[in-house]
């Protein structure tokens, strides 16, 4: 699933990082569970996986062409087991940062520079195309302000970046009108992953 040449993996990346500044907008390890998210809604599109009851399910082995899902769905097809939405999410949270970054600077669309302080140094990854690292969030805040059409791409990331906390792709005063279009347009088995990702990200018991 693209959005203008980028992936929903590689979307969330720069919706969750300051298009100037390449600074990352919320912590760490949420933001890895909406590119672990991001990242199966590429295979729910492409129909390499589906969800059976919240179950994860291969329904094929075949490659996208899409470096950061197929590494994904590689990951998928080996577990010799199922299961849930939420357990692959904390799962592949735990490597889809670098393997993220790792495409986007083989495709020359962010330059990891260093940022010393006095104390710690710390990683910032500037898009080297301003243009192209503002189109996830121009894509978003134009379907939600009723410019363009809310198609299923854009709905599944804005969900996504909804439910791990990045807010602000949308004007507050039009916050919850966005979450309630954008949720007219998921369907099933993308519905399931949203929920999925919220209980990673917000935690509390399994069933």
């Known amino acids: 699933m693209r959005l203008s040449g980028l992936s929903l993996s590689e979307s969330l990346f720069f919706l969750g990082h300051d298009p100037f500044t390449g600074k990352a907008r919320i912590r760490g390890h ?24 919240g179950t ?5 082995r075949y490659a996208t062409g899409e470096p950061i899902a197929d590494r994904m769905l590689e990951r998928v097809i080996a577990e010799p087991e199922r299961y849930g939405v939420r357990d692959w999410v904390e799962h592949l949270a735990e490597s889809i940062f670098d393997i993220v970054v790792e495409n986007l600077t083989v495709r020359e ?10 104390f710690r140094h710390s990683l910032h990854y500037q898009p080297a195309d301003l243009r192209i690292a503002s189109t996830p969030r121009a894509a978003i805040r134009s379907a939600m302000l009723g410019r363009t059409e809310c198609d299923l791409p854009v709905a599944t990331l804005a969900l996504i970046a909804w439910t791990i906390g990045l807010d602000k792709v949308c004007a507050p005063e039009s916050l919850t009108e966005w979450v309630e279009r954008a949720k007219e347009v998921i369907v099933a088995p993308f519905d399931g992953l949203i929920a999925g ?11």
């Open 30 to 53: 949420v933001l890895d569970i909406g590119l672990a998210a991001a990242a199966l809604a590429d295979l729910l599109c492409d129909e390499r996986l589906t969800l059976d009851r």
């Open 56 to 60: 994860v399910v291969p329904v094929s």
């Open 109 to 118: 669309l962010v330059i990891p520079q260093e940022k010393r302080g006095m």
């Open 197 to 207: 990702t919220g209980a990673a990200v917000h935690g509390g018991n399994r069933r």
